[in-house]
């Protein structure tokens, strides 16, 4: 054993394999081969790592098999990181990827510290994502059920003379509609069984979220970020599940850049470019935190739903929330007069709301809140 040195592991994990390849220290990179990826398979690997070098540091990238990789060689002692792919250096013009050349790469990029770790979640706030990802999917699939319907309606020559919003009104004017074909009958009847189905499922969803949402670690975080214009508890249950632990950003352009939010840029000498934002990181975050940045471009008020939802919060919050809705309104404002179109501008707005997210969430975190739902 070389107690001195460093042993770099790079993993390229799959579903049934995992391709492992180290180096020692400065040493040419070695493929050590391809394992299962049952946990006794894994065992035997950490013990043939822990023979070749006393420091081990492995390295696997994000993907559909999660973190459970992770926590199994956390809890053997390793330095173990989960590298987002997107970020891997790649050579322009390289055609040939093998599993391989991958697990080379990994082990090359983590010794001259090329990678970028993404954030892995406890246990606990894993399982509470897990929950809120299966709402917002159930809701993303009855808002699909929904058009599916009206495309239906639509090409039959079927049109609602209103506003096809799915309140009461447009609700019982399906309810009453037949057709003349039986085929037809079944596929329309069809067609509202689903949407039924799918509403069903999100009231079950958001039944057992607002119930498990108390005993969660972040429910402080939540409550206060539901003090802001724009963020209701959809919002906020999605915004706090997936962006876990504020204080892990050290700044709100930290934040800003890990949504996407940030403008790309191409600067050279003198020059300097920047073009739209990046789009990296979390989309769905992203896409909750526009939602929420659109409501800015009317007129800085205090309504009642949002009096509601800052019942029992402290006046240090609420003082914040204020302050922000004042900025950002004034912000939206600001800009479409300079020519900006609008979209340009709720982008913006969204870049600066993402600060005051950071701000208020962290804020949140350091005091005593009321326990409701």
């Keep these: 054993m070389k107690d001195d040195s460093t042993l770099y592991v790079g993993l390229d994990v799959h579903k049934d394999s995992i391709t492992v390849a180290y180096a020692i220290g400065l040493a040419e990179v070695e493929v050590l081969g391809k394992i299962g990826t049952t946990q006794c398979e894994v065992e035997r690997l950490c013990k043939r790592l822990q023979s070749k070098a006393k420091h081990v540091c492995l390295v696997y990238e994000a993907g559909p098999c999660g973190y459970g990789l992770h926590r199994q060689l956390a809890a053997k002692g390793f330095d173990c990181m989960v590298c987002a792919p997107s970020l891997i250096p790649r050579k322009p013009g390289e055609q ?47 808002k699909q059920a929904r058009q599916r319907l009206k495309s239906f309606l639509l090409l039959h ?8 919003n799915w309140g009461p009104a447009h609700r019982r004017w399906i309810s009453t509609f037949s057709f003349d074909s039986p085929w037809q009958q079944l596929a329309f009847n069809e067609h509202r069984r689903t949407i039924e189905d ?30 802001m214009r724009g963020i209701q508890f959809t919002s906020a249950i999605g915004l706090v599940s997936e962006l876990g632990d504020l204080s892990r950003f050290n700044h709100p352009r930290q934040l800003m850049a890990w949504i996407g939010v940030t403008p790309s840029e191409h600067s050279s000498g003198t020059k300097r470019r920047q073009g739209s934002i990046t789009k990296t990181g979390n989309s769905y975050a992203r896409k909750l935190l526009v939602e929420s940045a659109w409501t800015y471009r009317h007129p800085a008020r205090v309504s009642t739903d949002i009096q509601r939802r800052q019942e029992g919060i ?60």
């Design 314 to 373: 402290p006046k240090m919050i609420i003082d914040r929330a204020w302050d922000a809705q004042q900025r950002l309104c004034r912000r939206y404002r600001r800009l479409v007069a300079r020519g900006k179109t609008e979209h340009v501008a709720a982008i913006a707005v969204a870049r600066e709301l993402a600060g005051f997210i950071w701000d208020i969430g962290r804020l949140g975190m350091s005091l005593a809140l009321p326990r409701h739902a």
């Design 157 to 164: 020559g079927v049109r609602y003379v209103g506003r096809a």
């Design 198 to 227: 799918r509403l069903a499922q999100c009231a079950r969803l958001e039944t057992a979220l607002r119930e498990a949402v108390v005993d969660w670690r972040f429910y402080p975080v939540v409550l206060t970020l539901q003090a």
């Design 96 to 142: 040939v990827k093998t599993d391989r050349r991958d697990a080379i790469k990994l082990v090359r990029s983590l010794r001259a510290g090329d990678l970028s770790a993404v954030h892995v979640p406890t246990v606990e706030d894993e399982a509470f994502r897990d929950l809120a990802r299966a709402w917002a999917a159930a809701r993303q699939d009855l």
